[in-house]
């Protein structure tokens, strides 16, 4: 089945500790997406990439590092240097030159400890 | 810059009555994109509809329906005869002409409670 799989579902942090979230898709979609969502606040537009090698900042990027060296993989590292790592973070992807909706993750859930 | 504001936090009904999610969105763009999205307890956002800012014809699915006004730049979504297992946060979303390369634009989203 085409999808897209986050992983873990759970992650807790230490302070000071980088962590990295996985997202793969199958769906050969050429734009992936990584929001942040917070209690009342929506959305938020994390990270972004059009295509492989090459990715754009959005909303609130401060601490946080993207890669895109493949397709179909677009993981999102935590850094330390983000001062409130805790929320729920979702992954999502999306023909962009269609403008056709996107499909999202499971999501994980990110507790610093 | 693009906007999109769900003014509803939260709205609580009882089962089988009619209710409507309001949507308002603000854009330069004059060729965008309209979505709505579901999110239930579980976390993953499922997808319900888009619209493209030309098409203005109202919409229906089963109990669903949508409300596209240019004129008021909103687009309500109404769920008719409310079920429990319509309980969970609703995303009005927005994307612009360049192609969505920048993603969607999200409200803050309703949360919507079915009261059995």
């Known amino acids: 089945d085409g999808g897209i799989t986050q992983s873990p579902k759970y992650l807790f942090r230490k302070e000071g500790q980088n962590v990295t979230l996985s997202c793969e898709q199958n769906l050969n979609h050429d734009a992936m997406y990584w929001y942040r969502q917070d209690p009342g606040q929506g959305l938020r537009l994390i990270y972004y990439?059009?295509?492989?090698?090459?990715?754009q900042k959005g909303d609130i990027a401060e601490g946080y590092s993207v890669s895109r060296e493949k397709k179909e993989s677009f993981p999102l590292t935590v850094t330390s240097a983000q001062k409130n790592p805790t929320a729920f973070y979702l992954c999502?992807?999306?023909?962009?030159?269609?403008?056709?909706?996107?499909?999202f993750g499971q999501g994980t859930r990110l507790t610093v400890v | 810059a693009q906007k999109v504001t769900q003014a509803q936090t939260e709205i609580s009904v009882v089962e089988k009555e009619d209710v409507t999610l309001d949507c308002v969105y603000e854009t330069r763009d004059t060729t965008y994109y309209l979505f709505w999205y579901k999110q239930p307890p579980s976390g993953e956002l499922v997808f319900l509809i888009r619209r493209n800012s030309f098409d203005e014809q109202n919409e229906i699915s089963g109990r669903y329906s949508w409300n596209f006004q240019k004129s008021t730049s909103s687009f309500n979504f109404t769920i008719t005869a409310s079920q429990v297992v319509d309980s969970a946060v609703y995303f009005c979303?927005?994307?612009?002409?360049?192609?969505?390369?920048?993603?969607?634009?999200f409200g803050k989203g309703t949360h919507l409670i079915i009261q059995p």
């Open positions: 999502a992807s999306r023909h962009y030159s269609l403008n056709t909706e996107a499909f």
């Open positions: 979303a927005l994307s612009g002409q360049g192609g969505g390369a920048d993603g969607l634009t």
């Open positions: 990439s059009q295509i492989v090698n090459d990715f």
